[in-house]
């Protein structure tokens, strides 16, 4: 059973280019999150999913955008990269429809630079 | 919208000393409180939760007290380890199906051997 998992673990990236990051879980879950993680703020959300063929944004979504064409996966794109957006991301995963449990089930991440 | 604070933003402790955690939150809707354990190089792994209807819980040497009132909960570490150094998230949501989770800023907990 891996988990969530998310790929690639690492990118360096130059300015204004694109790229996209995989995340999978294996656990049914409906609900999909991607977050960034940035020093001293904490984790905070981007966009999510609460169903196959559903997105919706977060708190920061500017500057990405997420597709759910398979229940497993959840794709996070940047289409033109900034430096801003150098962070480490995490994709989490959450309800299983039976049980009774808010817990969020992360991926380890995947550190973007963009130069 | 919610808004977590927590504090302290890095604390160290020496082993078998007790660490704690404290964060308080805006919204009184907010009725689910976990804790995350973030590992260097891992992602968050929640070790403990809380819902609004108690207010302790206690999981071996971990616990976490909410007080709905002053809208603060904490989490407490006892006889600390070195295994228990990481940085710990909290975390105020609305519990049921779609988890829309606000996090603290984390504290990061360096246990002295």
């Known amino acids: 059973n891996a988990g969530v998992t998310q790929t690639p673990k690492f990118r360096v990236l130059k300015t204004g280019q694109s790229m996209t990051l995989l995340c999978a879980q294996d656990m049914n879950h409906e609900y999909m999150y991607w977050y960034r993680q940035d020093p001293g703020m904490g984790l905070r959300l981007i966009h999510y999913?609460?169903?196959?063929?559903?997105?919706a944004k977060g708190e920061v979504p500017d500057g990405y955008n997420v597709s759910r064409l398979k229940k497993q996966n959840f794709l996070l794109g940047l289409e033109s990269a900034a430096p801003s957006q150098t962070s480490v991301y995490f994709c989490?995963?959450?309800?299983?429809?039976?049980?009774?449990?808010?817990?969020?089930?992360f991926g380890e991440g995947s550190r973007l630079t963009v130069l | 919208g919610e808004n977590v604070e927590q504090h302290p933003s890095t604390l160290s402790v020496q082993e078998g000393d007790s660490a704690v955690i404290k964060c308080t939150y805006s919204d009184s809707a907010s009725n689910y409180f976990p804790w995350y354990k973030q590992e260097l190089g891992k992602g968050p792994q929640l070790i403990i939760d809380i819902r609004s209807n108690v207010g302790e819980k206690k999981d071996q040497r971990i616990a976490v007290t909410l007080n709905k009132t002053a809208k603060h909960f904490s989490l407490h570490i006892t006889e600390t380890q070195p295994e228990d150094s990481a940085v710990y998230f909290c975390a105020a949501s609305i519990s049921g199906g779609y988890q829309k989770v606000t996090f603290g800023t984390g504290t990061k907990l360096q246990v002295i051997p």
């Open positions: 999913s609460v169903g196959e063929g559903t997105t």
């Open positions: 989490a995963s959450s309800w299983d429809l039976g049980a009774n449990t808010g817990e969020l089930f």
